[in-house]
């Protein structure tokens, strides 16, 4: 089955620095993969997502990458606010419709 | 619209007792999901519900583990003989129809603590 691995466990950037999170996935199947970010004490919420159909998606300050070779995806976070301090999960899909797997979470968090 | 809620948002219980975590999905939506989000980790794939479908109960890790779901309603998750590696959040997520264009909703979770 599908296995997502998360890179960094937690992050520390100064405020307009920006951050990047990396997860690599294993299986080639694997069509689909969505961010969520989750503050503090509340829901999981979906940020943006990338299909492998594409390289590369921008949305705001907010970028995902690609790399199906390689089998990983990044996220981008430019011009960082305080605002952005969350956990940040990735997702693959591996061979579902439906079903996600998910990373173990990147701690971000943003110093004014 | 309202979104999705799940009862209750906290619950400490003892080694041993069964429990049951409830989810409202939002009105309309045919798929439902539950997670498992231990502390410090990502989300844990529990069960899947879509329409009158057969659900995916692929994810849940013990035969402790059970859920319903009534039509397109209520969905119930039951844990039977609670242990302490069962404590957990526990994340309900709703969405439109099967598959990833239709982005899942999720509700507060429940905080479950097995003393």
């Known amino acids: 089955g599908e296995n997502v691995e998360q890179h960094p466990s937690t992050l520390s950037v100064q405020e307009g620095d920006s951050a990047v999170i990396k997860c690599t996935y294993s299986d080639s199947a694997s069509n689909y993969f969505p961010w969520y970010k989750q503050e503090l004490g509340k829901r999981p919420q979906l940020i943006i997502d990338?299909?492998?159909?594409?390289g590369e998606k921008k949305d705001q300050r907010i970028a995902v990458t690609l790399n199906k070779t390689a089998k990983h995806f990044s996220l981008h976070i430019t011009e960082t606010q305080p605002e952005d301090s969350a956990v940040y999960f990735c997702a693959a899909n591996g061979d579902s419709s439906y079903k996600l797997i998910f990373g173990s979470g990147t701690r971000l968090l943003v110093r004014p | 619209g309202a979104g999705v809620s799940q009862s209750p948002s906290n619950k400490v219980t003892e080694k041993g007792k069964d429990v049951e975590l409830r989810c409202d999905p939002i009105?309309?939506?045919?798929?439902l999901y539950w997670y498992r989000q231990r502390l410090g980790q990502g989300l844990e794939f529990l069960i899947y519900?879509?329409?009158?479908?057969?659900?995916?109960k692929s994810g849940l890790p013990s035969d402790r583990f059970s859920a319903e779901r009534t039509g397109e309603s209520v969905s119930t998750l039951t844990i039977q003989r609670t242990q302490q590696e069962d404590s957990a959040v526990y994340l309900c997520a709703s969405s439109e129809g099967q598959g990833f264009s239709y982005e899942q909703y999720f509700g507060p979770g429940t905080r479950l603590t097995v003393t």
């Open positions: 009105s309309g939506h045919t798929a």
């Open positions: 519900f879509q329409g009158n479908s057969a659900p995916d």
């Open positions: 990338i299909r492998s159909n594409v």
